[in-house]
């Protein structure tokens, strides 16, 4: 099952932890994962440094921002076909 529409960013977290994702990647031999949770498009500007700023350093987490203006509506919408 996939839960279309959970209630914020939080409940990914839960989601993924409730489904034993997490561990199955560690037994694969998984060592990194980036988890992108943003519609604004700008904030991929950040990927590549803080990825590489991230494993250089072995850092267990890495968070990064994107300046916007107060009540500034920043996000997309797509469709997969």
Do not use: Y
Request: hydrophobic share 40%.
């Amino acid at each position: 099952n996939i839960l279309c529409k959970p209630h914020g960013h939080g409940d990914v977290h839960s989601l993924l932890a409730q489904s034993g994702l997490p561990k199955k990647w560690l037994d694969r031999g998984l060592k990194r994962v980036f988890f992108f949770q943003d519609t604004n498009a700008f904030a991929l500007r950040t990927l590549l440094p803080a990825l590489g700023s991230a494993a250089s350093r072995n850092l267990d987490v890495c968070s990064t921002c994107v300046e916007r203006r107060a009540g500034e509506a920043m996000g997309a919408l797509c469709l997969l076909k």
